[in-house]
């Protein structure tokens, strides 16, 4: 392929994009247990809060942000004329969404290890 | 009826900005900060009709997103290019299905009787 | 050509295929004698000349603007005549050439190009201006020249074409260099068949396809914006039917 900052950009938001997707459908069957009931309910939610989950959790928020915060450079791109920083547009949008990921992942990595 | 990508591109556009502002919302208000989830701690916030509301709200723009998403994903493939039109209805009824489960579920968040004096 | 002085030994790695022998590209390595002035064009003339005659691959000009020189240099696709060895070199002093990537190859570093014309075909490139013509000249207005962002200097090499993602994985996709003409088209006021134009980049293969990887920006070798050019004609194309009117009004000034 042929490798700039913006086929980065574009591959790693397919990959979150599609991930986020398909997470979304999982997310809807695991909130759609109350349907059975609340039992059920507490239920599956307690299987999908196993340690591992929580780590995975972390992944979840940062493929989060960064299709966020690349979403929205895009819009930038779109609305203003400036494609001709779309360099420093790249790298502000991978020091803003690390910055978010760090802000976000701590406390869940704390609560992960640590257990409240 | 074609399905049009002008649609697609403004719909894309919209239910983003409607995540940007709900998903943001929910993150922060559902899992913030971290703990462990159960019934009675989502009910706390799901009781609140305003929530449901907001939470029908992230449901759609969620699903338009996604639904389109794929569909361009998918689509990009030159040999897909002639199931468009299919792909296009399917995602349509994915995305109609999709909205009435998560709409019932959303809507099935109900305060058993004997809990009711728990919210102040 | 022109020398000054010093010259020095380099390494040209070329991707060479020969249809009727090779099952798939194979990488050669030449040794040459440069000059500072010496370009890339240059060198594959020299190789051509002196170490392997069956060396084939398309130039004219040799001025960059009949854009049949493109190629990958280093994993970016920019012209070789206007490219002087030296800025290219490696830490190993040596230069790699491979033909455009992701077109099928002829032979060597032709490729076939046919897919890249038949999508510029698509976008009637031509203008197609009011039947009246004035006795003297149209006259459009500073901003509406500023606004076609030079567009017309494009020369049709294929580098942004060949460098696209999208196009890489969808021959149906129109491509960069021909939304950039359409683009070009669309807003000249003279143009009458702006609606049919802008139906045909907003539909399927059209300009929604773009995902704004800006390969086309980094690979054009006039610097020209295909990708802004693209986000212009997504604009129009969402209110197609009052820039029309708007077009019609204008006309009745020109
Ligand atoms: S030979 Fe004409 S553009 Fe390079």
């Given at each position: 392929?042929?490798?700039?900052?913006?086929?980065?950009?574009?591959?790693?938001?397919?990959?979150?994009?599609?991930?986020?997707?398909?997470?979304?459908?999982?997310?809807?069957?695991?909130?759609?247990?109350?349907?059975?009931?609340?039992?059920?309910?507490?239920?599956?939610?307690?299987?999908?809060?196993?340690?591992?989950?929580?780590?995975?959790?972390?992944?979840?928020?940062?493929?989060?942000?960064?299709?966020?915060?690349?979403?929205?450079?895009?819009?930038?791109?779109h609305?203003?004329?400036v494609?001709?920083?779309?360099?420093?547009?790249?790298?502000?949008?991978?020091?803003?969404?690390?910055?978010l990921?760090?802000?976000?992942?701590?406390?869940?990595?704390?609560f992960?290890?640590?257990?409240? | 009826?074609?399905?049009?990508?002008?649609?697609?591109?403004?719909?894309?556009?919209?239910?983003?900005?409607?995540?940007?502002?709900?998903?943001?919302?929910?993150?922060?208000?559902?899992?913030?900060?971290?703990?462990?989830?159960?019934?009675?701690?989502?009910?706390?916030?799901?009781?609140?009709?305003?929530?449901?509301?907001?939470?029908?709200?992230?449901?759609?723009?969620?699903?338009?997103?996604?639904?389109?998403?794929?569909?361009?994903?998918?689509?990009?493939?030159?040999?897909?290019?002639?199931?468009?039109?299919?792909?296009?209805?399917?995602?349509?009824?994915?995305?109609?299905?999709?909205f009435?489960?998560?709409?019932?579920?959303?809507?099935?968040?109900?305060?058993?009787?004997?809990?009711?004096?728990?919210?102040? | 050509?022109?020398?000054?002085?010093?010259?020095?030994?380099?390494?040209?790695?070329?991707?060479?295929?020969?249809?009727?022998?090779?099952?798939?590209?194979?990488?050669k390595?030449?040794?040459?004698?440069?000059?500072?002035?010496?370009?890339?064009?240059?060198?594959?003339?020299?190789?051509?000349?002196?170490?392997?005659?069956s060396l084939?691959?398309?130039?004219?000009?040799r001025?960059?603007?009949?854009?049949?020189?493109?190629?990958?240099?280093?994993?970016?696709?920019?012209?070789?005549?206007?490219?002087?060895?030296n800025a290219?070199?490696?830490?190993?002093?040596?230069?790699?050439?491979?033909?455009?990537?992701?077109?099928?190859?002829?032979?060597?570093?032709?490729?076939?190009?046919?897919?890249?014309?038949?999508?510029?075909?698509?976008?009637?490139?031509?203008?197609?201006?009011?039947?009246?013509?004035?006795?003297?000249?149209?006259?459009?207005?500073?901003?509406?020249?500023?606004?076609?962002?030079?567009?017309e200097?494009?020369?049709?090499?294929?580098?942004?074409?060949?460098?696209?993602?999208?196009?890489?994985?969808?021959?149906?996709?129109?491509?960069?260099?021909?939304?950039?003409?359409?683009?070009?088209?669309?807003?000249?006021?003279?143009?009458?068949?702006t609606?049919?134009r802008?139906?045909?980049?907003?539909?399927?293969?059209?300009?929604?396809?773009?995902?704004?990887?800006?390969?086309?920006?980094?690979?054009?070798?006039?610097?020209?914006?295909?990708?802004?050019?693209?986000?212009?004609?997504?604009?129009?194309?969402q209110?197609?039917?009052?820039?029309?009117?708007?077009?019609?009004?204008?006309?009745?000034?020109?």
């Amino acid at each position: 392929m042929y490798k700039t900052t913006g086929f980065f950009s574009f591959a790693l938001r397919r990959i979150t994009g599609v991930a986020l997707a398909l997470y979304l459908f999982l997310h809807m069957w695991v909130i759609g247990s109350i349907n059975q009931g609340q039992a059920a309910f507490d239920d599956r939610l307690a299987t999908v809060q196993q340690p591992i989950f929580k780590f995975l959790e972390i992944a979840l928020l940062a493929a989060v942000v960064y299709h966020g915060v690349d979403g929205i450079r895009l819009l930038i791109v779109h609305y203003f004329n400036v494609a001709e920083y779309r360099r420093s547009l790249f790298y502000a949008v991978m020091v803003v969404s690390a910055l978010l990921i760090i802000a976000g992942g701590l406390p869940m990595l704390m609560f992960a290890l640590g257990g409240h | 009826m074609q399905i049009s990508h002008t649609r697609i591109f403004q719909l894309q556009r919209l239910s983003a900005i409607g995540l940007v502002i709900f998903l943001t919302t929910h993150m922060v208000v559902a899992h913030y900060p971290p703990g462990h989830l159960d019934f009675s701690r989502v009910i706390e916030r799901m009781a609140y009709p305003l929530w449901k509301g907001i939470d029908i709200l992230l449901l759609a723009s969620a699903l338009v997103h996604a639904v389109t998403g794929m569909y361009m994903v998918i689509t990009d493939v030159e040999k897909v290019g002639r199931y468009r039109q299919v792909l296009g209805w399917a995602s349509i009824i994915l995305f109609t299905v999709a909205f009435i489960y998560g709409t019932i579920t959303i809507l099935a968040f109900r305060l058993p009787a004997e809990t009711v004096n728990l919210i102040p | 050509m022109a020398t000054n002085g010093t010259t020095r030994t380099v390494t040209i790695r070329l991707q060479r295929f020969n249809p009727d022998v090779d099952k798939k590209p194979v990488m050669k390595e030449y040794t040459l004698e440069i000059t500072s002035d010496t370009t890339i064009l240059d060198a594959l003339e020299q190789i051509k000349a002196t170490q392997d005659g069956s060396l084939t691959f398309r130039r004219s000009c040799r001025h960059a603007i009949c854009g049949s020189c493109a190629m990958n240099v280093n994993g970016r696709n920019t012209l070789v005549c206007n490219q002087r060895v030296n800025a290219h070199l490696d830490r190993k002093g040596a230069v790699t050439v491979r033909p455009l990537p992701y077109l099928p190859i002829i032979k060597d570093m032709v490729v076939d190009r046919t897919s890249f014309w038949e999508q510029y075909q698509r976008v009637k490139p031509w203008l197609v201006p009011p039947d009246d013509v004035p006795e003297k000249e149209f006259r459009m207005t500073p901003e509406e020249v500023a606004a076609l962002n030079d567009a017309e200097k494009c020369i049709m090499c294929g580098a942004c074409y060949s460098a696209c993602t999208v196009t890489a994985v969808n021959k149906r996709y129109i491509g960069p260099h021909a939304l950039l003409k359409a683009s070009l088209r669309v807003l000249d006021p003279r143009d009458t068949i702006t609606n049919e134009r802008l139906i045909e980049i907003s539909g399927n293969d059209g300009v929604f396809r773009c995902h704004t990887i800006f390969n086309c920006i980094d690979a054009c070798p006039k610097k020209l914006n295909p990708t802004q050019a693209i986000e212009t004609l997504r604009k129009l194309a969402q209110k197609r039917e009052a820039f029309v009117a708007a077009r019609k009004e204008r006309q009745k000034s020109l």
